[in-house]
């Protein structure tokens, strides 16, 4: 089987695949006649990345939630511990196992966004791990994680759940989201899912736009967001009209 890419994104002249079955990073840059292709190796255990300046932020699990900075050659640079919800003390290794958030870099400040998929809550860090804010993730309904009997069980909604499938920087500043909403009986997923979309400030965490009327996002690059037509068949770029 082939490379399964859990994150994909351009930042400047880089496409920057995530291979997390090889454990691997994989960077195509441009600005010359033949791209250039370099692997890099990722820390063990890499769940997300985005990139920070020319070098990369992992988070990655190993018993805790760990946020790695390195260069561009994939040296460390830097690390910290991501705080596990006090309610998960007892079955931390197990939580940070099951409990993947997502990670999105914003180069305009140096800030590192963690979104929790198991509450509505995003907490934005600088590169050196110190909590900058917290903010609530309006009108995400996540499946629910819960302590119970030594080890952890995932409650969803009794009408449905969102999941979280883009996160990206928009505009170097601010954070570009769209979750899926899914309905709880399967039967209603071609009449009720939805997908909505929410850009959030990133110095403060206040939504300043959301809207269901926007198709799947496919990709970013700067200003330019590309999402699926209407048939699912293809892509084009958003107007500034659509997303402020």
């Not at 990133?202 to 996002?217: P, Q, Y």
Request: hydrophobic share 40%; charged share 20%.
């Amino acid at each position: 089987t082939g490379p399964v890419y859990a994150s994909l994104f351009v930042t400047g002249n880089r496409l920057i695949a995530l291979d997390l079955r090889r454990g691997r990073i994989v960077v195509v840059e441009s600005g010359s006649n033949t791209p250039k292709l370099r692997v890099i190796a990722a820390p063990p255990n890499a769940k997300d990345a985005c990139s920070l300046g020319s070098g990369m932020v992992y988070y990655t699990t190993d018993g805790s939630g760990t946020v790695t900075l390195t260069d561009s050659a994939g040296v460390v640079q830097g690390s910290f511990t991501v705080p596990t919800p006090p309610e998960f003390a007892s079955v931390k290794a197990i939580y940070t196992a099951l409990v993947i958030p997502k990670l999105v870099c914003l180069p305009a400040s140096n800030t590192i966004v963690i979104l929790r998929e198991d509450a509505p809550v995003i907490n934005a860090y600088t590169s050196a791990g110190r909590l900058l804010w917290t903010a609530p993730r309006s009108g995400f309904r996540p499946i629910r994680a819960v302590s119970m009997r030594g080890g952890i069980a995932r409650i969803p909604p009794s009408d449905g759940f969102d999941g979280t499938i883009a996160a990206y920087a928009y505009q170097g500043r601010d954070i570009l989201l769209q979750t899926l909403f899914s309905p709880t009986n399967v039967e209603d997923m071609s009449t009720r899912a939805t997908y909505i979309t929410t850009v959030i400030d990133g110095r403060t965490g206040r939504t300043s736009f959301r809207s269901d009327k926007v198709n799947r996002i496919v990709g970013v690059k700067e200003g330019s967001v590309f999402v699926e037509d209407k048939n699912g068949d293809g892509a084009f770029t958003l107007t500034g009209n659509a997303i402020p």
